[in-house]
T-cell receptor, first 115, second 113 residues
């Protein structure tokens, strides 16, 4: 199983809503990531979790709150988002962090629209 | 600061052609380079990972080469098919100590019948 599963596939939310994105992998990977991708742009890193601990936060606004309940799950809690936060949110995992030979595996993304 | 660029930005070819996608990076001290495919509105599919000690990596009709000294990688697609139509992205880790990937600007490929 080389899959990273993201739910939901699509999400429309108002600026006062609270929602969560979910990511799951069963490859035994110990590093998990959230990326944000705007249309026609490359993905940009938001957060990295290594061994269930937050290791990188790319100065992401606090309205995005990541959570790693266990080694297989990664959530992204959303609150009071702005229309400019509309994007494709991608989850990824890799066997371990900090080793130059790791391969990253990505999920199919959640298309988020903030209205 | 590592910058990754891809040329061309878009490419349209007839089915059956062999083609080459280019990826250039400014800092040659990379540890690996990964090629991805992205269909419109979808996630990224890993195609090939080429280690810094390797010069080539092959998977089916795909062949990736790496020349660290010149800061270049190429993805060769043989006998292109309409199903190859997608955006192709290359990416390198920022450094050995992080898994932050720096992505290229992408090449949007269309293969027409």
């Amino acid at each position: 199983d080389t899959e990273v599963t993201q739910t939901p596939k699509h999400l429309v939310m108002g600026m006062t809503n609270k929602k969560s994105l979910k990511c799951e992998q069963h490859m035994g990977h110990r590093a998990m990531y959230w990326y944000k991708q705007k249309a026609k742009k490359p993905p940009e890193l938001m957060f990295v979790y290594s061994y269930e601990k937050l290791s990188i936060n790319e100065s992401v606004p606090s309205r995005f709150s990541p959570e790693c309940p266990n080694s297989s799950l990664l959530n992204l809690h959303l609150h009071a988002l702005q229309p400019e936060d509309s994007a494709l949110y991608l989850c990824a995992s890799s066997p371990r962090q900090g080793i130059g030979d790791t391969e990253a595996f990505f999920g199919q993304g959640t298309r988020l629209t903030v209205v | 600061k590592q910058e990754v660029t891809q040329i061309p930005a878009a490419l349209s070819v007839p089915e059956g052609e062999n083609l080459v996608l280019n990826c250039s990076f400014t800092d040659s001290a990379i540890y690996n380079l990964q090629w991805f495919r992205q269909d419109p509105g979808k996630g990224l599919t890993s195609l090939l990972l080429i280690q810094s000690s390797q010069r080539e990596q092959t998977s089916g009709r795909l062949n990736a080469s790496l020349d660290k000294s010149s800061g270049r990688s190429t993805l060769y697609i043989a006998a292109s098919q309409p199903g190859d139509s997608a955006t192709y992205l290359c990416a390198v880790p920022l450094s050995y100590n992080t898994d932050k990937l720096i992505f290229g600007t992408g090449t949007r490929l269309q293969v027409f019948p």
